[in-house]
C-alpha cells in the first residue's frame, strides 16, 4: 500500500482568508527590516550571553540618567527592547508555523513520489504492449544518470 503521511485540503475560501490573513499581517509589520548578507556578516550581534548584559546595562543608564549623554540615544534603545520583547513571541509562533508548513510540504511530496514510483514500477511491467512504452522511456529520462567519463590511461 502507498504511503499516506498527510491528507490535506485547501479549499478556495481557506486560501482566500489565509492570504488576507497573511496580507494583514504584512501590512501590521510594514516596518521589518531586511538585512542583505554583508550587512549580516557585518553588524554586532546579540546573542543570550549579551542580552543579559544588554538589559542590566539599560537598567543602570535607566537608573542613572545624568550620566547619560543625549548622543547615546537611549530612549530609542529603550523603544529597541520594548519592540524586541513584542517581536519574539511572533517570531516563535511563525518559526513553529512554517515548521509545519515545511514539513507538510515535504510529506505531500513524499506521498506524491511514493505514489509516481509505485506507479511507474507498475507502467514497466503492466504497460507493456498497451502502448506506453513511449510514456514509460519519458517517465525513465528521471532516473537516468549522465555519465562522466573519463579517458583514463592503462597502468603500465
Do not use: C, W
Not at 482568508?17 to 542583505?36: F, M, V
Not at 547615546?72 to 509545519?100: I, K, S, W, Y
Amino acid at each position: 500500500m502507498s504511503q499516506n503521511l498527510l491528507s490535506l485540503t485547501l479549499t478556495d475560501e481557506d486560501m482566500t482568508a489565509i492570504n488576507a490573513a497573511l496580507t494583514e499581517l504584512e501590512a501590521r509589520l510594514i516596518g521589518l527590516l531586511a538585512l542583505d548578507n554583508a550587512t549580516r556578516r557585518q553588524i554586532t550581534k546579540m546573542g543570550d550571553k549579551s542580552e543579559a548584559f544588554v538589559r542590566q546595562t539599560m537598567t543602570v543608564l535607566e537608573q542613572n540618567p545624568d550620566i547619560v549623554p543625549p548622543a547615546l540615544g537611549l530612549a530609542e534603545a529603550q523603544a529597541d527592547l520594548v519592540a524586541l520583547d513584542r517581536l519574539r513571541p511572533l517570531q516563535t509562533r511563525l518559526q513553529r508555523l512554517l515548521e509545519r508548513v515545511s514539513d507538510s510540504e515535504m510529506a505531500l511530496g513524499s506521498d506524491l513520489m511514493s505514489v509516481a514510483l509505485e506507479g511507474y514500477g507498475l507502467l514497466k511491467v503492466s504497460g507493456r504492449n498497451r502502448g506506453l512504452e513511449g510514456a514509460v522511456e519519458a517517465l525513465g529520462a528521471r532516473f537516468s544518470h549522465s555519465s562522466r567519463r573519463t579517458a583514463e590511461q592503462p597502468a603500465t
